[in-house]
């Protein structure tokens, strides 16, 4: 048998694959799960001194083709999924602006800030995970995010080298410098 912490181990390798066997991130994530917990129901028949990873993803990819299979047997050409999936919507232009605006602002700061923000605001990390992740103290990420903020407003504040440039005033720019 195999402990839980080694296949949690292999889950980044095993997330790569079903990506590329789903070629969808949501797809992906469900297989991942479902061969996680087949994985551990059927923990009694792994033998030891084998590859683990080797005998999941054979698990995975077994699984995939019986959805596979189950989605071309019961699914008709009608369905609308895919179709919807593949509609998408053009941000409208202010949006765009306001995007590259902030694209500009971070790209001022330190990679510090940078890290910071993007851990903390985009990805939606815990401090916590964010003090573990960079090897710092919550308190430390805590006065940097304030400080990257700040630094983040006052670039997004300051006029460009353009003399006719007017600087945002976007709710997302500055929900995204107070989050």
Known sequence: MFSNNALVNQSERLRKFALRLTKDGCDAEDLLQSTLLRAIEKKHLFK?????YSWVSRMMFNLF?????????FETQYDPAPYIEKQTIEANQDTKIELQDVQYAMDQLSSDHQDILVMVCVKGMPYADVSEQLQIPVGTVRSRLSRARESLQSVLDTPRDNPHYVPPVSQH???????
Not at 48 to 52: A, G, I
Not at 65 to 73: D, F, L, P
Request: glycine content about 0%; aromatic content about 4%; proline content about 0%.
């Open 173 to 179: 720019a500055q929900m995204l410098a107070a989050a």
């Open 48 to 52: 030891e001194d084998t590859n683990l």
């Open 65 to 73: 083709v019986s959805q596979y299979r189950r989605k071309t047997k």
